[in-house]
């Protein structure tokens, strides 16, 4: 079972940018998906997280300006970055929850610069 993050890059501050997260060897269906990230010499830190029927929530610091969502027929969880700021400079993870598992993903670097 593994979680493939990809979508990270270089970005200016003040603009967009969206993050896959992708399963594979489980389905996402039934779990509790979350982003997490954690810039150098920081603990990781939760970001957003969707249930199983949609349901989110989001970390204070990224409200408003983030979105987190799912689609199940691909296997897929998202995050859609925007406005964003150059404290969002990190390492996103992605992390799968369910009764069976609980997996993290490799990590997909996001820099932002002024």
């Known amino acids: 079972v593994q979680l493939q993050a990809s979508g990270g890059g270089l970005v200016q501050a003040g603009r967009s940018l969206t993050l896959s997260c992708r399963a594979s060897g489980t389905t996402i269906n039934n779990s509790v998906m979350s982003w997490y990230r954690q810039a150098p010499g920081k603990q990781r830190d939760f970001v957003a997280r969707?249930?199983?029927?949609?349901?989110?929530i989001y970390n204070d610091s990224v409200k408003g300006r983030f979105t987190i969502s799912r689609d199940n027929t691909k296997n897929t969880v998202y995050l859609q970055m925007s406005s964003l700021k150059l404290e969002d400079t990190a390492v996103y993870y992605c992390?799968?929850?369910?009764?069976?598992?609980?997996?993290w993903g490799q990590g997909t670097q996001v820099t932002v610069s002024s």
């Open positions: 969707i249930n199983s029927g949609s349901y989110t």
């Open positions: 992390h799968l929850f369910s009764t069976s598992s609980a997996i």
